[in-house]
């Protein structure tokens, strides 16, 4: 098994660029309904994943932030408070495996660091079940 059977390719997947505002990320995330986003640079690579709670946070602690001037903050600009590992297209199978386990998802990087996609943990578990089902 390889890891490139489960990506679900770029084109596909809700991102955001790490120029964008708050705003606009906070739209992406309203509009997918997803908790959190691979954020990527201007050449394409993985930079960090937001999610809806980094969001909630730098508001919090950024004196004078609120909903009616998210557009004031880039996603640059925001202190992430976990981690989720990348994985590249190449790497050992059991390796996305491991971070799949604490991740909802993990993103996919090709040889030069761009981002290609990600692989959810639900596809994993819906192949492993129906694998065990059959």
């Known amino acids: 098994m390889q890891i490139s059977d489960f990506l679900f390719p770029k084109n596909k997947v809700a991102y955001i660029h790490s120029t964008d505002h708050l705003q606009t990320a906070l739209e992406i995330l309203e509009k997918t309904q997803y908790t959190a986003i691979p954020v990527i640079d201007g050449d394409g690579k993985y930079v960090f994943t937001l999610s809806e709670g980094d969001l909630l946070w730098k508001m919090k602690y950024t004196e004078g932030l609120g909903f009616h001037n998210l557009d004031n903050v880039k996603v640059n600009q925001i202190k992430c408070r976990t981690r989720n590992e990348c994985v590249a297209i190449e790497a050992d199978f059991e390796d ?30 819906e192949y492993y079940t129906s694998t065990i089902t059959d």
């Open 96 to 125: 996305m495996l491991e971070l799949a386990a604490d991740q909802n998802f993990v993103p996919v990087i090709d040889e030069n660091q761009v981002f290609i996609g990600i692989i959810r943990r639900k596809d994993i578990i």
